[in-house]
């Protein structure tokens, strides 16, 4: 059974930096690729940043330069390192995960596994 556990949200200052993290649990694989995704209050969930298979990685237009996802395999832990935090990035940031191989594309998903979310406010 895979469980993906986020942490790390909070509040902060515009201009600000937070990183949450995401630990996988109950299965690890080579292909094991993640995503991050946030959804403010009373809009859609819209992809933020996703990795590949192969490491690989791509952005939402609106966090490029700003955000940085990595993933720490030993830990099975996914990253999200925003800086220069804005009010519009305050949104529930949840992760997601997948085991299928996909290298070069896949980055907003399909994602069959998905954590309860970690609350990021921008003031």
């Known amino acids: 059974h895979v469980q993906l556990v986020e942490s790390g949200g909070g509040s902060v200052q515009a201009g600000g930096s937070l990183r949450p993290s995401c630990t996988a649990s109950g299965y690890t694989s080579p292909s094991f690729r993640m995503g991050w995704f946030r959804q403010a209050q009373g809009k859609e969930r819209e992809w933020v940043a996703g990795?590949?298979?192969?490491?690989?990685?791509r952005y939402a237009d609106s966090v490029k330069g700003r955000f940085t996802i990595s993933k720490d395999n030993a830990k099975n832990t996914l990253y999200l390192q925003m800086n220069s935090l804005k009010p519009e990035d305050t949104a529930m940031y949840t992760c997601?995960?997948?085991?299928?191989?996909?290298?070069?594309?896949?980055?907003?998903?399909?994602?069959?596994?998905w954590g309860q979310g970690t609350q990021v406010t921008v003031s």
């Open positions: 990795m590949d298979s192969a490491g690989s990685t």
């Open positions: 997601a995960a997948d085991f299928v191989y996909c290298s070069g594309s896949c980055y907003t998903g399909p994602y069959d596994y």
